[in-house]
């Protein structure tokens, strides 16, 4: 019995082609009639919750409401934001929604007010969402792969929190499929994510340690460029409140989890979840980090596969960081998209399967799991993605069809 249990997550038997092809059109389903329900429930542009339809696009659309009319360094000025946010919504009980990025963030969003709020979360969205899909796409255009990438319960996550995981995926995914070939462009990739910079923690150190050298030069003229254009355009006064707004964001956001220690995901979030204090939680994100640096540099010193590489960096973006939201997670349709293919290609190594789906399921119940349970899954389930790559690149390739998904006729394949 109990050798049989194990084994129906070794091997993963349960997950068969047929059943890639109907679950993402089922969860796509619960989430339509989700949606639905809830937007009957909602007035106006306020949800049951009695937060702004989208959630988190209320910032930076108010942020550029304040650009657009004069006053960019006002975006970190909590009275005037959240004036701003009540206005938009037309809810004057409304949460405070802070706007934590550097202003080069705001030459991305700038022209969001230029539409009233429904129509630019609407676009927001719709163009963040092709890009996603656009580099997904581009990394597996099977058609069973791009239905889990749209049912993913991470872009939902992402997609009712009204954020820029859509964007971070885009700008990552399209990096990494572009250093080889395209050093350069994959520099500005990289670079144009500094507009988050909690990901710049690994991406330099990464570069520096493979040698790529023209990409780390173009990141850099990247990020000097974006700082200094949004230094012209919106002035030194801007710059100079983000940098008074930074404390207040890893006091309040971070250290006392203003937002909920179990929204945040890292393995900070998750030892202060667990009682730990600020050092000890910084202590211990430190030996994540680190660990997490050197598995990565590791891997890709061991293995030629450009799928172990790139789903290695991505997974290590996001542990070494102490400052992710579960939105956050949506990223992992990267590591999750390139394994599936190095599985299929050579075949599933035991329990890597299980793994994929557990990690593919995730976003939908890391932070209710961390909130009601004290459990913070996310950290170890990151760290256990990086081990099953780590296991990849120094294992020989598994033996043709082992674990794979197969087809009702014999064949094997599978998604992401």
Same mark, same amino acid.
């Given at each position: 019995?109990?050798?049989?249990?194990?084994?129906?997550?070794?091997?993963?038997?349960?997950?068969?082609?047929?059943?890639? @092809?109907?679950?993402?059109?089922?969860?796509?389903?619960?989430?339509?009639?989700?949606?639905?329900?809830?937007?009957?429930?909602?007035?106006?542009?306020?949800?049951?919750?009695?937060?702004? #339809?989208?959630?988190?696009?209320?910032?930076?659309?108010?942020?550029?409401?304040?650009?657009?009319?004069?006053?960019?360094?006002?975006?970190?000025?909590?009275?005037?934001?959240?004036?701003?946010?009540?206005?938009?919504? /037309?809810?004057?009980?409304?949460?405070?929604?802070?706007?934590?990025?550097?202003?080069?963030?705001?030459?991305?969003?700038?022209?969001?007010?230029?539409?009233?709020?429904?129509?630019?979360? #609407?676009?927001?969205?719709? /163009?963040?969402?092709?890009?996603?899909?656009?580099?997904?796409?581009?990394?597996?255009?099977?058609?069973?792969?791009?239905?889990?990438?749209?049912?993913?319960?991470?872009? *939902? @996550?992402?997609?009712?929190?009204?954020?820029?995981?859509?964007?971070? *995926?885009?700008?990552?995914?399209?990096?990494?499929?572009? =250093?080889?070939?395209?050093?350069?462009?994959?520099?500005?990739?990289?670079?144009?994510?500094?507009?988050?910079?909690?990901?710049?923690?690994?991406?330099?150190?990464?570069? *520096?340690?493979?040698?790529?050298?023209?990409?780390?030069?173009?990141?850099?003229?990247?990020?000097?460029?974006?700082?200094?254009?949004?230094? /012209?355009?919106?002035?030194?006064?801007?710059?100079?409140?983000?940098?008074?707004?930074?404390?207040?964001?890893?006091?309040?956001?971070?250290?006392?989890?203003?937002?909920?220690?179990?929204?945040?995901?890292?393995?900070?979030?998750?030892?202060?979840?667990?009682?730990?204090?600020?050092?000890?939680?910084?202590?211990?994100?430190?030996? @994540?980090?680190?660990?997490?640096?050197?598995?990565?540099?590791?891997?890709?010193?061991?293995?030629?596969?450009?799928?172990?590489?790139?789903?290695?960096?991505?997974?290590?973006?996001?542990?070494?960081?102490?400052? #992710?939201?579960?939105?956050?997670?949506?990223?992992?349709?990267?590591?999750?998209?390139?394994?599936?293919?190095?599985?299929?290609?050579?075949?599933? =190594?035991?329990?890597?399967?299980?793994?994929?789906?557990?990690?593919?399921?995730?976003?939908?119940?890391?932070?209710?799991?961390?909130?009601?349970?004290?459990?913070?899954?996310?950290?170890?389930?990151?760290?256990?993605?990086?081990?099953?790559?780590?296991?990849?690149?120094?294992?020989?390739?598994?033996a043709p069809g082992f674990g794979a998904i197969v087809s009702e006729g014999g064949r094997a394949r599978g998604g992401t």
């Amino acid at each position: 019995m109990g050798s049989s249990i194990l084994d129906f997550f070794r091997r993963a038997p349960w997950l068969t082609r047929r059943r890639l @092809v109907i679950y993402p059109k089922l969860f796509l389903a619960a989430y339509a009639i989700s949606a639905v329900v809830w937007l009957m429930r909602s007035k106006g542009l306020v949800d049951p919750a009695g937060h702004a #339809i989208g959630a988190d696009f209320i910032d930076p659309w108010s942020a550029s409401w304040l650009t657009l009319h004069g006053a960019p360094a006002a975006v970190y000025n909590v009275a005037r934001l959240w004036t701003v946010e009540r206005s938009a919504v /037309a809810d004057p009980a409304l949460g405070f929604a802070g706007f934590h990025y550097p202003p080069m963030y705001l030459l991305i969003v700038l022209p969001l007010a230029m539409l009233p709020y429904a129509w630019s979360l #609407i676009a927001w969205t719709a /163009a963040s969402f092709a890009a996603y899909f656009g580099v997904l796409w581009k990394i597996d255009p099977e058609r069973d792969s791009l239905w889990l990438a749209i049912a993913f319960p991470g872009a *939902l @996550v992402n997609l009712t929190n009204g954020q820029n995981g859509f964007l971070t *995926l885009a700008l990552l995914g399209a990096a990494l499929l572009t =250093l080889k070939r395209r050093p350069i462009l994959a520099g500005v990739m990289f670079g144009l994510m500094s507009y988050k910079p909690q990901y710049g923690v690994l991406v330099p150190i990464f570069l *520096l340690a493979t040698g790529r050298w023209r990409a780390i030069g173009s990141a850099s003229v990247t990020v000097v460029l974006f700082a200094a254009l949004s230094l /012209a355009i919106f002035g030194e006064q801007t710059w100079q409140a983000f940098f008074a707004s930074v404390s207040f964001t890893r006091h309040v956001v971070l250290e006392q989890g203003g937002s909920g220690f179990e929204k945040l995901q890292s393995g900070f979030a998750a030892a202060r979840l667990l009682g730990f204090d600020v050092a000890a939680s910084y202590a211990f994100q430190a030996a @994540v980090s680190l660990i997490t640096a050197l598995a990565v540099i590791w891997i890709w010193r061991r293995t030629a596969k450009f799928e172990l590489h790139a789903a290695a960096l991505a997974t290590g973006i996001l542990l070494a960081t102490p400052y #992710i939201m579960d939105y956050d997670l949506v990223v992992l349709a990267l590591p999750i998209a390139w394994i599936a293919i190095e599985g299929r290609r050579s075949g599933f =190594l035991p329990w890597e399967k299980s793994l994929l789906a557990f990690l593919w399921l995730l976003p939908l119940f890391a932070r209710s799991l961390a909130g009601r349970a004290m459990i913070p899954i996310a950290p170890l389930a990151m760290l256990l993605l990086l081990a099953d790559i780590a296991r990849r690149a120094q294992a020989p390739a598994p033996a043709p069809g082992f674990g794979a998904i197969v087809s009702e006729g014999g064949r094997a394949r599978g998604g992401t």
